[in-house]
């Protein structure tokens, strides 16, 4: 006894195919998803910032590479007061919006 349409089965995946077809799968399911007229995406004020090219900080390469040197000779000092504040700031940023 069959239950069930064979429609509503998967056809069985041939040897060597399954990463392909779960990537095209995957692919599929993005595009579903990105034409979903009830999906709402939110940025925050930073990313928002970044994406207009309005951003005030640019690239400073020389800075990189003077804090790369100092970690190199081990006299790089890390503020763990300034990362907690950053944390915490960011935290209520994103929390504040829902």
Do not use: C
Not at 74 to 90: C, E, P, V
Request: net charge neutral.
């Amino acid at each position: 006894m069959k239950i069930g349409n064979p429609a509503e089965k998967p056809a069985p995946v041939p040897a060597g195919t399954a990463r392909t077809q779960a990537g095209e799968t995957a692919k599929a399911n993005e595009v579903a998803a990105a034409t979903d007229p009830s999906a709402k995406v939110e940025l925050s004020n930073a990313a928002t910032s970044l994406l207009s090219g309005n951003s005030s900080s640019e690239f400073d390469a020389d800075k990189v590479a003077r804090i790369a040197q100092a970690i190199t000779d081990g006299k790089f000092k890390i503020n763990a007061d300034a990362i907690a504040d950053k944390l915490i700031s960011n935290a209520k940023e994103v929390l504040g919006k829902h």
